[in-house]
C-alpha cells in the first residue's frame, strides 16, 4: 500500500490560508484552487475526498471561507469524517473522538496561528479508540 498523503484544497476564501499553510507544511499535497478568482467549493472537496479515500492513512485539510460548505460536501461521502474546526482544540477532539480524516478550516474566520496549530493537531493526534470505535460504526 502507498504511503499516507496529506491533501489540502480550498476554494478563492481559502487560497490565502492555503497558501501560507503550505510553506510552513510544504510536504501537503496542493490540489487548488490556484489564485483567488472565484471558484466553487463543490469542486475542490470532491477531488480532495477522492483522492483521501485512495488509501485508509491518507489525511485532507479543506478550507473555505466559512467552513461550512466544504464540510457538507466531504461528509456526503462514505468513508469521510470531516470536522470543522476553528480553534486546535476542535482540531485535536476531531481526531480523539471522531477519527476525522479531514480537517476543515474557516478561512475567513481563524487566524493564521490558530489555523497552524489546527493542522498540527489534526496530523499529531491518535484516535482514541474505545467508546469512540463504538459511536463511529454507528454512523
Ligand atoms: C464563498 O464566497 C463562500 O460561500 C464559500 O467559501 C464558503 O464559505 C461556503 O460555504
Not at 460548505?69 to 480553534?87: P, T
Not at 482544540?89 to 474557516?106: M, T, Y
Request: overall charge positive; aromatic content about 8%.
Amino acid at each position: 500500500m502507498k504511503n499516507k498523503t496529506v491533501y489540502i484544497a480550498s476554494d478563492h476564501a481559502g487560497f490565502k490560508l492555503k497558501s501560507w499553510l503550505l510553506k510552513i507544511f510544504p510536504k501537503i499535497a496542493d490540489l487548488g484552487t490556484k489564485s483567488d478568482e472565484s471558484v466553487d467549493y463543490p469542486d475542490f472537496a470532491h477531488k480532495l475526498t477522492k483522492e483521501v479515500l485512495k488509501n485508509k492513512k491518507n489525511m485532507g485539510i479543506l478550507i473555505c471561507g466559512t467552513g461550512v460548505g466544504m464540510s457538507i460536501v466531504a461528509n456526503r461521502k462514505k468513508g469521510i469524517r470531516a470536522g470543522l474546526a476553528n480553534n486546535s482544540k476542535i482540531a485535536r477532539l476531531i481526531r480523539k473522538h471522531n477519527d476525522a480524516n479531514v480537517l476543515v478550516l474557516p478561512g475567513r474566520f481563524i487566524n493564521t496561528n490558530e489555523a497552524k496549530k489546527s493542522v498540527q493537531a489534526f496530523l499529531y493526534t491518535k484516535f482514541e479508540s474505545g467508546r469512540h470505535k463504538k459511536r463511529i460504526n454507528k454512523i
